[in-house]
């Protein structure tokens, strides 16, 4: 391992998804690592918001369908454009509602309890939004969470066997819901293998890919999968609140959503105001009032990058990014308490590098302090992202010696190991 500077430097000067850093605003005196929480503006999304606006004073009601991107589609052209970072077809995708929205809209649709099949499975480790809106959901039918959501459990608080989930797929059993990478161990789940051992059973299967999309490929069509939702804010990079997206396998399609809008119906049908829906044909039917345009905006410009640098040569960027951060790690902070508590291979780590530390709190505002940006996550975890797309290898290798710095200076004793507000 070459822990020189001038190694970064090398690596920097290899980079050939280089070029995008500068297409970003970078904070100013920072280096900031976590764009898995909430990804950094860009040109071109500014631009796109511009756009939107200046449609707006310019042709008003008609920017529904006048200028270069009329609003009345551009939740299908979003779609398009985000399927090929999930490996689905253009119009099994559309951009719509928020993470937690269009989980309760796909649960609503898909989870069909029968006879003895009414239980939903998850896992322990999932965002709490998508806990809850399970909950809800099993309550709205008339079924007591306690004994109708099954969470898997983790042997180490941080990940999953897959093992593990596939002994739970018993035949009470109807629905799947879990992330395609975990939020704070940042691990991949196999799911491949996980929908096809759920088919199996007659079980559906979806995932959550809000910590996934935009970081690692997917083939969703390839593998099967019933459906998926994310949100477009993190990896996605399309600012705070952006509207999210969900993938509907053309298996399904011809169905009613389960909760239904005037924007569920098929495009040319909507103004004939009628009060029988005609549901669109494909993933546009999960659509469920009108898009928030200028919260849309943004992923417009952000997704050409996407197209322009290739999910495939970001991963490869990513990957390397990570296993550098954790070299460097391992040689320099060994004696300083840290265990890096993401899986270590290639194929079940995501975008991020997740280290416990039993003064993670007051080490995050540490490294704050000192113009690093990371994610602390309760109890004792620091998610620490590097991104293909704007950081570099030489701030990586500047994070790790402050970090280092920090420890060696206990500099991290005059704060209270406590998280703030927002962590
Ligand atoms: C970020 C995240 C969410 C957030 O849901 P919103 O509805 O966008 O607030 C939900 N689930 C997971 C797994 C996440 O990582």
């Known amino acids: 391992m070459n822990t020189e500077k001038t190694y970064a430097t090398y690596l920097d000067h290899m980079d050939e998804l280089s070029k995008f850093r500068q297409e970003f605003y970078m904070p100013e005196d920072t280096i900031y690592l976590d764009g898995n929480s909430l990804g950094l503006l860009s040109k071109r999304g500014e631009q796109a918001i511009d756009d939107v606006v200046n449609s707006w004073k310019k042709y008003a009601i008609d920017g529904w369908t006048e200028g270069e991107n009329p609003w009345y589609y551009l939740s299908e052209k979003l779609g398009a454009m985000t399927a090929p970072l999930i490996g689905a077809e253009a119009n099994e995708v559309i951009v719509t509602g928020s993470t937690t929205t269009n989980l309760h809209q796909l649960v609503a649709s898909f989870y069909k309890p029968d006879g003895k099949k009414t239980k939903i499975l998850a896992d322990e480790l999932n965002f709490p939004s998508d806990i809850y809106a399970l909950k809800s959901q099993l309550k709205l039918k008339g079924y007591q969470p306690d004994e109708h959501l099954i969470q898997v459990a983790s042997n180490d608080g941080n990940t999953l066997k897959t093992e593990d989930i596939v002994k739970k797929m018993t035949d009470e059993v109807t629905l799947i819901i879990l992330p395609g990478v975990l939020y704070r161990s940042g691990q991949i789940l196999d799911m491949e293998k996980l929908t096809k051992e759920a088919h199996k059973r007659g079980i559906l299967i979806g995932f959550d890919l809000c910590h996934s999309i935009g970081s690692i490929p997917h083939h969703l069509s390839e593998w099967g999968v019933d459906f998926a939702f994310w949100c477009t804010y993190k990896h996605l990079n399309a600012g705070p609140g952006s509207v999210a997206?969900?993938?509907?396998?053309?298996?399904?399609?011809?169905?009613?959503?389960?909760?239904?809008?005037?924007?569920?119906?098929?495009k040319d049908k909507?103004?004939?105001?009628?009060?029988?829906?005609?549901?669109?044909?494909?993933?546009?039917?999960?659509?469920?009032?009108?898009?928030?345009?200028?919260?849309?905006?943004?992923?417009?410009?952000?997704?050409?990058?996407?197209?322009?640098?290739?999910?495939?040569?970001?991963?490869?960027?990513s990957l390397q990014l990570t296993t550098y951060l954790m070299e460097l790690i391992e040689s320099e902070l060994a004696d300083f308490g840290f265990t890096i508590a993401n899986p270590t291979n290639d194929k079940m780590r995501g975008g991020?590098?997740?280290?416990?530390?039993?003064d993670a709190a007051r080490i995050c505002k540490a490294l704050k302090a000192d113009g690093v940006i990371p994610d602390f996550r309760k109890p004792n975890g620091i998610r620490l992202a590097p991104v293909a797309l704007y950081n570099t290898f030489e701030e990586v290798w500047n994070t790790v010696q402050i970090l280092k710095t920090i420890m060696k200076e206990e500099r991290f004793k005059k704060y209270q190991n406590e998280r703030g507000v927002i962590a």
Do not use: C
Request: net charge negative.
């Open 245 to 266: 997206g969900l993938y509907v396998n053309k298996r399904h399609f011809g169905n009613e959503p389960g909760l239904a809008g005037w924007y569920s119906s098929a």
């Open 270 to 317: 909507q103004f004939d105001m009628e009060h029988t829906l005609t549901p669109a044909a494909d993933a546009g039917a999960y659509q469920i009032g009108t898009p928030h345009l200028l919260s849309a905006a943004p992923l417009l410009g952000s997704l050409e990058m996407f197209q322009e640098a290739g999910i495939n040569q970001i991963r490869q960027k």
């Open 352 to 358: 991020h590098v997740f280290l416990e530390h039993k």
